[in-house]
Every structure is written in C-alpha cells, then in structure tokens.
C-alpha cells in the first residue's frame, strides 16, 4: 500500500465501523455465546447436539416438519423496542460514512453516502433448520459465527434469495473468490461486488404483496439486484455466517484463491476462508462454500447520494489530495 498516513488513517477510519458492527453481532448471538460458555456447545461433539436440537426446535414450529415449503417473513425493526433501535442505529451507523475521494480503493476512486431508510428482520424456519444442520456438520461446529454484509450476486429475484437461501456461483464462471460465496464487514465493497458472483440479478416483493408467491411479478419493470430504479431504493442482506475452521489465508493464496471449490477445501479439513484486514485489505472478509452455511439475517434499504466532485467528507486524519494506492 502506497500513501502514507493517509492509508493509516484509511484503515483506523473503517476499523472504527466495523467495531459498530462487531457490537450488533455480539448482542445478535448472545444466548448462543452463553450456551457455549455454559460448556452446552463447547465441544465438537456438544457442538453438533447442540445446533442439531437447534434445528430440531425449528422445524417443530412447521406443520410438516422437513416436508414445509420454504417461506419468509420480513419483520421491521420495532422503533418502540430498546435492543431493535440500537440495531436500527448501529446498522445505519455503518451505512452512513463516506469514503474521501481522494482515497483509492481496490475499485478505483469512490465516494458515496449511504443513507438507509429501512431494515428488517428476516424471519424463515424451515431454511434456519437447514442452516442449523449445516453448521452441525462443519469442522469446528463450536466455533462463533458472524454478521456480514453479502457481497455477492442475489439470484433471479431477492425473494427466492430470502426463501430458498444463497446459490454458490457459476463453476464454469472466473470468480475471485472461487466457487464460493464472500462476505464483508464493508457495505461499500458489497454494494459494488453485488454483480461478480454469478451474474444474477434479484428483485424484492412490492409493499403489501404476498412474499411467498412464485408467481409475483414486480410492477413498474424488472429490478435488478433488489433495486428499485424508479424509487432509487436499494438493498444488501447482512448475514449470518457460520465459520468452522477457517482455511489460514496463505495456504488460500498458496492454491490460489479463485481455484478454490467445496471439495478442495474440505478435502484439507477446512470450512471457510478469512482474508484479515491488512496493508492492503482495509476491511475482513470471509469465503465459505456451502449454501446453508449462511442465512440473511437483514434486510436493509437504502438510498445511494452522490456528492458532487471536490465536495464532502474525508477519514478522520487523511489530508486532503493524498492517495491510497492498493498494489
């Protein structure tokens, strides 16, 4: 990395969002944390019976168990309740910060707000059973799992993304992360990957209409990657991920990390990948390669404003007109 203090200041300026992150992420899995300290899940093999009986709870609130269809709800956050309003204001807090444009990112110059509007609870049964059941079988069951942003292609519609779950992309597709699916603790850099993992694109269900129907179509035209361009609303999913073992990262760029798929990485004993911040990674990433080894857990709305050029803020401590070069 090339640039000084600015690229310090870079990387204290985004630590200090990701920290708003980690707080909504340690109150979101707080009864699990307490399970596996109680010594409930602290073992693989408690681990397994654990997230098993998990998924056992899930599917008993179904009327056909492992038979039910796959169906969503979204559920607004609560202004009224004290713990949704502190995620309401600490998911908005990652949101709302602007990158300087003098700063170079890994895509070139950016410098956009983020203002979000809306953020809901994504609540599916039938697929948590399934995510509960993959995370019984990873290699380290017993290890934590994360809030994310998703940075990665939705599919055909963000409903079918919300119902049936990830799709890992294209094998016969160049993917920079292989055949599995990323995640960031950087909204920006989940905004603009939306469209490299699989090439899909996704819409939502319009206010008010049923959000189960195969058959819902959008009105006012086709939204691509839960866009609505007539609103100007968009959205990301923040994610739960489950970890497992974690594929140390220079063993993952030692095979080369767009060659990585699900059975070269398991055949090593591994169940995801975690690119760490770094000289030149200003933010942590992970990789993981199966479809229920994540679930949305947010939906959050949002608006894009463009400041117009020379205008707006930069990272505490970046002078103004330096650059950030990422080798």
Known sequence: VRGGSSAAALR???????KVLLQVE????????????????????????????????????????????????????????????????SLSEVFQWSCGQSVASEFGLYRVTLEVTRIERVHNPRLRADFYQCK?????????????????????RLSDTLRHGYRLPDRKMFNTYGVGLLFTTNATKALLRRGEQGGGSSTIPAEGRDQNDDDDEEEGGKKENGEDPTSGQHR??????????LLPPNMAAALGLHLLTP????????????????????????VV????????????????????AGAGPTPSGAAEGSTVAVA
């Open 12 to 18: 204290r300026f985004v630590t200090e969002k990701e």
């Open 26 to 89: 340690e109150a979101y899995f707080r009864d699990e944390a307490a399970a596996v300290s109680s010594g409930e899940g602290a073992t693989r093999a408690s681990s397994r019976e654990y997230y098993h009986r998990r998924a056992a709870e899930c599917l008993s609130g179904l009327p056909c168990g492992l038979s039910s269809p796959y169906e969503y709800t979204l559920e607004p956050l609560d202004p009224e309740s004290e713990a949704d309003l502190a995620v309401t204001r």
């Open 136 to 156: 019984a079988e990873l290699k380290a069951p017993h290890c934590a799992s994360v809030l994310r942003f998703f940075a990665g292609s939705l599919g055909p």
């Open 236 to 245: 990301l999913l923040v994610s739960e991920v489950a970890l497992g073992q």
């Open 263 to 286: 059975e070269l990485v398991h055949q090593r004993g591994y169940d995801a990948v975690h690119a760490s911040c770094g000289p030149s990674l200003f933010d942590d990433e992970y």
């Open 289 to 308: 390669f199966q479809e229920k080894q994540a679930i949305p857990a947010f939906v959050v709305t949002y608006t894009i404003r463009q400041p117009q």
